[in-house]
T-cell receptor
Framework: RKEVEQDPGPFNVPEGATVAFNCTYSNSASQSFFWYRQDCRKEPKLLMSVYSSGNEDGRFTAQLNRASQYISLLIRDSKLSDSATYLCVVTAERGGADGLTFGKGTHLIIQP | GAGVSQSPRYKVAKRGQDVALRCDPISGHVSLFWYQQALGQGPEFLTY????????KSGLPSDRFFAERPEGSVSTLKIQRTQQEDSAVYLCASSRTGENYGYTFGSGTRLTVV
């Protein structure tokens, strides 16, 4: 079983709609959680951190459910520029540092 | 430099050839990670350096893969006797302290083995 599992999609969503996707993680010892965004042929970039209390950044809302070990991302009023792959990321101890463990990514396509 | 720099940007290697991929992290960044990203997959951890010390190499897929960071700055990932399954994007990320929210990724090296 993969450490981080996501629905790869693609999710085809009309512009202006709300879209949500989840991921699940298997390591209950994971301490930190993130959503990264990756555009085609580009490097991953941090979108937002995910906290148990939930957090919001503009049109983006992230939530963490530690008991069920899942993380969610909600995008409201989607824009064409939101089209990308969204990577769910949890930390795992690597040589004393917090290494990032990535999901496969969920591919989102916003349609005009 | 302003960001993490990786070179070459693209590399085509014949099967059996050795390759060397370079990562130039942000100046002063202590932590450096290498990841491998196959097509349609998320990045997979390969190895971690704190300064010049390689503290975790558990993700290296075989003994054909070797990484070093001799002076605690520039790092090189070497792949010997490349095989087709080595074709992927190799990403380098660095951080000032190893704190997870502070990682900056380079643009990656796209390796194609033919």
């Amino acid at each position: 079983r993969k450490e981080v599992e996501q629905d790869p999609g693609p999710f085809n969503v009309p512009e202006g709609a709300t879209v949500a996707f989840n991921c699940t993680y298997s390591n209950s010892a994971s301490q930190s959680f993130f959503w990264y965004r990756q555009d085609c042929r580009k490097e991953p970039k941090l979108l937002m951190s995910v906290y148990s209390s939930g957090n919001e950044d503009g049109r983006f809302t992230a939530q963490l459910n530690r008991a069920s070990q899942y993380i969610s991302l909600l995008i409201r009023d989607s824009k064409l520029s939101d089209s990308a792959t969204y990577l769910c990321v949890v930390t795992a101890e690597r040589g004393g540092a917090d290494g990032l463990t990535f999901g496969k990514g969920t591919h989102l396509i916003i349609q005009p | 430099g302003a960001g993490v720099s990786q070179s070459p940007r693209y590399k085509v290697a014949k099967r059996g050839q050795d390759v060397a991929l370079r990562c130039d992290p942000i100046s002063g960044h202590v932590s450096l990670f290498w990841y491998q990203q196959a097509l349609g997959q998320g990045p997979e951890f390969l190895t971690y350096f704190q300064n010049e010390a390689q503290l975790d190499k558990s993700g290296l897929p075989s003994d054909r893969f070797f990484a070093e960071r001799p002076e605690g700055s520039v790092s090189t990932l070497k792949i010997q006797r490349t095989q087709q399954e080595d074709s992927a994007v190799y990403l380098c990320a660095s951080s000032r302290t190893g704190e997870n929210y502070g990682y900056t990724f380079g643009s990656g090296t796209r390796l194609t083995v033919v």
